[in-house]
């Protein structure tokens, strides 16, 4: 049966078609492109300038090893995205990836199947990414707050498990994970560039994803427009504890061992990416496009400084400087265009 | 209080200016005289805020120049425009709430005495600059207690310790009464007494001919003439702005009005702090209710019960013979209750967003399957009300925040006529929209309640409500002070009801 809002609609529809010369194509599609070209074109400048400097920047070894490099920054980077855009932060990620690499590997090492070990860790780190959420959501804590205890929850609990020492060993079916390749790219970039497309989808696509955009630009407009805020801030914080798991996954087959150590600073990492790629602290405005572009700034920056020779020292001040030049010019931008 | 002899203190010429797919100004001229109140006129998005915000310098011109008392001046900062004694009153207030009266005054000029503020002679230079704008308002009391026309009166009392010689008013009055609208009226009378130049800018057209002494159009960024007011009737200012005929005000069709929709029974709350005190009341299929009253009185308060923002303390809301579960919007709107919230810089709009995904946020379980959101669908929509309310967007993906401000307030309205509603409960629809776009909503309105629907409108504008309305309630200090049918109201006795004076 047709309402009685939506008989007038129709009504109205009848009168109004035709008059609309309007389109909405050209805003929607390249919304946020103008961002993320700044961006993209920074990280082109800088891979020429490594180009110039260093004969061996630019090999496919090399431009791989990068990526390999990067893919755990930008999958613990996808979480904070959503987080940031939701008007959030999380600075637990870095612990919860030691959390749940060491709950896999102590899994795996009391003979569990992978598959199952597997789950058991994502399961961790989604859980204690969702108490991330509840506390915020329910108990009304700063997301600062709320992360920042987390933050040294979860290392307690990483170093409480294996008792403070690393859990190595594992089948190389496991440690193929992240050392195979397919179709000759290393599979660590493939999962990395499977997981953002996901992520980016759901995020531009989806409900839930628009949502995010509106709670963080304004979560009391929000809420009247009948949106369950509480629910959707939970979940955010529970895709960034579920991120932060599978770079543990990645992480741990890599090296071969998970460290309850792991991951300290991620967090710094991972927030840098996000805002080098414009995605906006305040909440509301940023794209998962920008995130991996950030990342490879990072990466790419680290990689060069690395064939440079630059010492590890110097190495954090130019990285913090470019962190904050980075977001400067974009305010500057963001400025100029009103 | 006309001085057509005066010479300009303030003369615009072929000011420019252009934003990412627009031209807000395109060669605009503009004098104002002083101890005139000069009103500026035009349809939404038409460049009146742009105009006034380049002079005050919180915009750059692209070109055109700006003389006052006959020098060129430029104007790159809006100290610039203070130190010229520039003037502006935004509809947000600018004070700083937690202040008194008198630190807000002189806020940035505080007297000293070796480095130590000299609390007397603050209080003393902020009561007399509020003396020279005609009010008695105590200078200690803190800003955040006052009401929103006192605020606003500050801010006159403000710009006069700054020896300011023009004030600029961006729609004043649009949150304000019939008797604040006289007070605010009072002091604009005063200071431009003493020479003061006031800009003024309203879509109330009412007010226009009772304060202007002349009045520029402006349509499209340009400047279509300015006239004396006493030369102009309001039919042709309205047909220059619009640059077509707009029919009657208030085209309400009165049609049939069916069985009772929605209930209230013995309503109080919010819980917290207890505003709305026992209210009962009825709307009906095809029926426009008016809920009119003072500012304060408790109309938004109860709106904010009825759609589920704020919990009731008592009493309880059903529609359609079905109790609406009480403090959850989202239920409420499951229900069958659309909303249009009072505040939508606040409340209703997500300002990073689009045109398009605003009006989407309460009506995105419609337009997607599987969570997936229909961008075709929502950008249809969207479309489609761009064109029907004539909201001035280069396209319906321009992030709201570009908008100019009646036209933001016409993405709410679209997001709420939108919404697949029994009931509609809007808190001052039509607020800051122009003459002639209101005449469509109001159009829009007939039409939901031709199709069954009933509409609670909460505003503070008496002709509307009058004009409008089926049935109107009067609320006063949180309670239902009167109720009226149509043919029985009058503009008089609608507000003694909300004075309280009701025999
Ligand atoms: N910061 C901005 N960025 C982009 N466009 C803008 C910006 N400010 C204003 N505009 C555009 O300039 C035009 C004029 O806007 P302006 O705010 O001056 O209108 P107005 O006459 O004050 O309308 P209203 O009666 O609705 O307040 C509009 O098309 C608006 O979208
Ligand atoms: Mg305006």
Redesign the interface.
């Known amino acids: 049966m047709l309402t009685a809002a939506s008989q007038a609609r129709r009504q109205a529809e009848g009168q109004a078609r035709g008059q609309t010369g309007i389109q909405a194509r050209a805003g929607l599609r390249f919304r946020g492109a103008g961002r993320r070209f700044g961006t993209l074109a920074g990280l082109v400048g800088l891979c020429l300038l490594l180009w110039i400097l260093t004969p061996h920047f630019l090999t496919v070894a090399n431009a791989l090893n990068v990526m390999e490099q990067t893919s755990i920054n930008a999958i613990v980077a996808v979480g904070m995205t959503y987080v940031i855009v939701s008007g959030g932060i999380d600075l637990s990620v870095g612990s919860l990836l030691a959390l749940s690499g060491v709950v896999l590997a102590e899994a795996l090492k009391s003979g569990w199947p992978a598959p199952f070990a597997v789950a058991a860790s994502f399961g961790v780190g989604a859980a204690a990414g969702l108490a991330n959420g509840l506390g915020i959501a329910l108990g009304r804590l700063p997301p600062f707050i709320m992360t920042l205890g987390m933050m040294s929850v979860a290392r307690g609990a990483a170093l409480l498990v294996t008792d403070g020492r690393p859990v190595s060993g594992f089948s190389s079916g496991f440690r193929s994970l992240a050392t195979g390749h397919v179709l000759g790219v290393p599979s660590p970039i493939v999962f990395t560039l499977a997981i953002y497309a996901a992520a980016a989808l759901v995020l531009s696509r989806t409900r839930f994803g628009r949502y995010v955009y509106g709670i963080g630009g304004n979560e009391e407009a929000t809420r009247l427009s009948g949106v369950e805020v509480r629910f959707h801030k939970t979940i955010v914080y529970g895709v960034s504890g579920l991120t932060s798991a599978i770079a543990a996954l990645l992480l741990t087959a890599r090296l071969n061992s998970a460290q309850p150590i792991a991951g300290i600073n991620y967090e710094l990492d991972a927030i840098a990416a996000t805002v080098i790629g414009g995605t906006s602290l305040t909440g509301g405005e940023g794209s998962l496009g920008g995130t991996i572009v950030g990342a490879l700034i990072m990466g790419v920056l680290r990689n060069g400084l690395n064939l440079l020779g630059v010492s590890s020292f110097l190495q954090q001040l130019v990285i913090g400087a470019v962190i904050i030049a980075a977001v400067l010019v974009d305010l500057m931008l963001k400025e100029k265009r009103g | 209080m006309t001085h057509p002899a005066t010479a300009p203190v303030l003369s615009m010429r072929g000011i420019r200016k252009a934003?990412?797919g627009v031209v807000a100004l395109d060669g605009v001229d503009f004098t104002l005289r002083a101890g005139e109140v000069h009103v500026l006129l035009g349809e939404n998005g038409a460049g009146k805020s742009t105009l006034m915000k380049i002079l005050s310098g919180a915009y750059r011109r692209d070109a055109g120049e700006i003389t006052v008392d006959g020098r060129p001046v430029s104007i790159g900062s809006p100290r610039d425009a203070q130190a010229l004694g520039i003037a502006t009153i935004y509809q947000e207030l600018s004070l700083v709430p937690q202040l008194t009266v008198a630190e807000n005054i002189l806020l940035g000029h505080e007297p000293s005495r070796a480095g130590w503020i000299d609390r007397r002679r603050l209080e003393a230079d902020a009561r007399q600059s509020l003396r020279d704008a005609g009010l008695d308002i105590d200078p200690q009391r803190r800003v955040d207690r006052l009401g929103i026309a006192e605020q606003q009166m500050v801010e006159v009392a403000k710009a006069l310790f700054r020896h300011a010689r023009v004030i600029v008013m961006d729609e004043p009055t649009s949150a304000l009464t019939v008797r604040e609208i006289d007070r605010l009226f009072g002091v604009i009378r005063r200071v431009t007494a003493a020479s003061v130049a006031v800009v003024y800018i309203s879509h109330r057209m009412r007010e226009l001919t009772e304060i202007g002494d002349r009045v520029t159009v402006l349509r499209d960024g340009r400047n279509v003439g300015t006239f004396t007011l006493s030369d102009v009737s309001t039919g042709d200012l309205v047909r220059l702005m619009a640059n077509r005929d707009v029919r009657d005000h208030f085209p309400r069709r009165r049609g049939a009005i069916g069985e009772e929709l929605l209930r209230i029974d013995h309503l109080c709350g919010p819980s917290g702090g207890p505003v709305v005190n026992d209210v009962s009341l009825v709307v009906r299929?095809g029926e426009i209710v008016g809920l009119a009253g003072l500012m304060g009185a408790g109309r938004t308060e109860l709106a904010r019960i009825i759609?589920g923002?704020d919990p009731p303390s008592a009493g309880n809301v059903v529609l359609d013979g079905r109790p609406v579960p009480p403090s959850s919007?989202?239920r409420?709107?499951?229900a069958?209750i659309?909303?249009l919230?009072e505040d939508r810089k606040?409340?209703?709009?997500?300002?990073?967003?689009?045109v398009?995904?605003n009006i989407?946020?309460?009506n995105?379980?419609r337009w997607?399957r599987g969570?997936?959101?229909s961008?075709r669908a929502e950008?249809a929509e969207?479309?489609?009300w761009?064109?029907?309310l004539r909201i001035k967007?280069?396209?319906?993906?321009?992030?709201v925040v570009?908008l100019s401000g009646g036209t933001q307030q016409k993405v709410v309205l679209a997001?709420s006529l939108?919404?697949?509603?029994?009931l509609f409960v809007m808190d001052e629809p039509t607020r800051g929209v122009d003459v002639g776009a209101k005449v469509e909503i109001y159009e829009?309105m007939n039409?939901?309640t031709?199709?069954?629907?009933g509409i609670l409108m909460i505003s503070s504008e008496l002709p509307e409500v009058l004009g409008m309305s089926d049935r109107i309630y009067v609320m006063r200090r949180g309670r239902i002070e009167a109720e009226f049918d149509a043919s029985a109201a009058s503009e008089e006795r609608v507000l003694q009801a909300a004075l309280g004076l009701a025999c």
Do not use: N, Y
């Open positions: 934003f990412p299929r759609i923002a919007p989202r409420a709107i499951r069958g659309g909303f919230p606040r409340h209703g709009l997500v300002m990073t967003l689009s398009c995904e989407g946020l309460p995105l379980a997607s969570g997936i959101v961008r950008r969207a479309d489609r761009v064109g029907e967007t280069p396209h319906a993906g321009e992030r570009r997001r939108a919404a697949d509603a029994k829009l039409r939901l031709d199709a069954g629907a």
